[in-house]
């Protein structure tokens, strides 16, 4: 398969998922397309540098460097969000939140804690996934989800410690396990 | 076991933002992009170099949080008629912004969110629009309660091409970083400041609303009086459910205090949140193109790099 054969078809099936993965950070319009445009066009330019079985980690990668790059002005705005911690639900139970407070707490972590959350929670990736974005073992990425999850808790005013079972979802595996590994 | 039957990681997934529609590689613009990067050639292994380009922390503080700007002519706008159209007061805004752009800027903007504590900015530029080539000046001093938090002077030559609707315009400039939680400050020199505007949360600076008026996208909405001056109020809506709405002096088209209002809620939301810019005009003078350069208070310590205040 010559290189432009295999680029369209990267280009397909991956084109969706930047676009999505800019949406999920804030990313609309012109600076959303820059993201995908400078992704897609790094890999283009670095094609036989792709992996050809799994390339959406590879392509997060390109695209978090990018998006951090492109946001790191907004470093700021999240310190001066950190300094508001929200008001717990009175259930306590974290689906009861709204959606915007929640969205307020992630953006008042760190922006390592906001990434690693984001690729798991918005952008689906498996914690061995976001160990290839970044650029990590899936033990410490595991970890760093666990620390990250806490801090969000702890941001939200719940009890970090309490982690409940949420919707059944019955995949099974050590890969996906949100224990703590230290 | 996977990561998403923890409740809270499950009840943050479905606070994902909405997507618009779906997007398709189909889509014509998705065409327009893949030709575009056809147009570009691969790399040789051999020559490839590394494409990223890390900024050190200050740029963030230096271009951040950039609400509100200022705007100070160094002479009256020859308009004395009221224009009485949309067309004729775009025009006549638009004539008294270049009259001004050699003026120095001053702004003050309060950020107000309910139950928060009061965030106030005080940004001084110089000059108060700067055309590709000449050298700007920008200080931003952050307050919180009345308290500085940071006092942040950037200098760096106006790059070619419109800032307008961009978040990154990397240029090489000076920056000077005063953070007062970690009584410390740097000075660092060539170094990476992004020169983009900040529209966040509504477009405030001179070129913004500039923009927004070159644009058409507003509606007069007539005469008033805005604390015993006669100004011309004018809206629009940035996103939904939000309402800009900036005055000006009804004599010489300038700004004099803008307004941002999202629906009441809290942080977190760009637009859910209250900002109001009071637009002030100085002369360009050495007295006041002296307030450009942060005090840096005594006892401070000098760092290589701006040291990030706790909490951040």
């Known amino acids: 398969m010559d290189a432009e054969t295999r680029f369209r078809a990267l280009f397909d099936s991956a084109y969706p998922a930047l676009r999505r993965y800019a949406r999920n950070r804030g990313l609309a319009g012109v600076d959303g397309e820059d993201l995908v445009a400078g ?13 050809v079985d799994d390339p959406l980690p590879w392509l997060y990668v390109v695209a978090h460097n990018l998006w951090r790059n492109q946001t790191r002005k907004d470093r700021r705005r999240s310190e001066i969000l950190a300094r508001f911690p929200a008001s717990p639900p009175a259930s306590g139970d974290p689906a009861d939140l709204p959606h915007d407070v929640l969205r307020a707490a992630l953006e008042s972590l760190s922006e390592d804690d906001q990434e690693v959350l984001r690729l798991i929670a918005w952008d689906g990736l498996t914690p061995a996934q976001v160990a290839t974005v970044m650029g990590c073992t899936p033990v410490a990425a595991r970890s760093r989800l666990h620390r990250a999850r806490n801090r969000l808790a702890e941001r939200l005013g719940l009890d970090p410690r309490v982690q409940q079972a949420g919707p059944a979802r019955q995949k099974q595996g050590d890969d996906t396990d949100l224990k703590e590994v230290s | 076991m996977t990561p998403l039957d923890d409740d809270l990681l499950s009840a943050l997934s479905a606070a994902r933002p909405v997507q618009q529609e779906e997007p398709t590689a189909a889509s014509p613009e998705a065409q327009a992009m893949l030709t575009r990067i056809f147009g570009t050639e691969t790399v040789p292994r051999r020559r490839r170099r ?5 900024a050190p922390a200050g740029v963030a503080a230096a271009a951040a949080v950039a609400v509100g700007l200022v705007w100070a002519p160094g002479k009256p706008a020859p308009h004395t008629a009221p224009p009485a159209s949309p067309t004729n007061l775009r025009t006549a ?16 903007v309060t950020w107000t969110v309910p139950g928060s504590p009061k965030i106030t900015f005080e940004r001084w530029t110089y000059p108060g629009t700067a055309k590709p080539g000449q050298l700007r000046r920008i200080r931003q001093l952050e307050r919180v309660n009345g308290s500085p938090s940071q006092d942040v002077e950037t200098i760096y030559t106006v790059p070619g091409g419109s800032a307008a609707g961009r978040t990154k315009v990397l240029v090489k400039g000076e920056l000077i970083d005063i953070e007062y939680q970690t009584r410390s400050w740097s000075r660092q020199k060539n170094t990476e400041i992004n020169a983009a505007d900040d529209a966040w949360p509504a477009p405030t600076t001179p070129d913004e609303i500039r923009q927004q008026i070159a644009d058409g996208h507003f509606t007069v909405k007539g005469k008033v009086s805005l604390e015993g001056r006669a100004a011309i109020e004018l809206t629009w ?15 010489t088209y300038l700004p004099l205090k803008s307004s941002f209002d999202g629906k009441a809620g809290r942080l977190g939301d760009e637009y859910n949140s209250s900002v109001v810019t009071v637009y002030d005009i100085l002369p360009a003078i ?6 450009l350069k942060p005090p840096i208070p005594a006892g401070f310590k000098e760092t290589a ?8």
């Open chain 1, 39 to 51: 992704t897609l066009e790094i890999a283009w330019r670095r094609i036989d540098d792709v992996p």
């Open chain 2, 305 to 312: 790099a701006p040291t990030t205040p706790a909490g951040g």
């Open chain 2, 50 to 54: 590394r494409w990223m380009i890390a």
């Open chain 2, 286 to 291: 050495d007295a006041n193109l002296a307030l």
């Open chain 2, 237 to 251: 809506s940035p996103a939904p459910q939000t309402v800009s709405r900036l005055w000006v002096d009804a004599k």
């Open chain 2, 93 to 108: 805004v638009l004539a008294a912004f270049e009259d001004a752009s050699g003026s120095m800027s001053h702004a003050v």
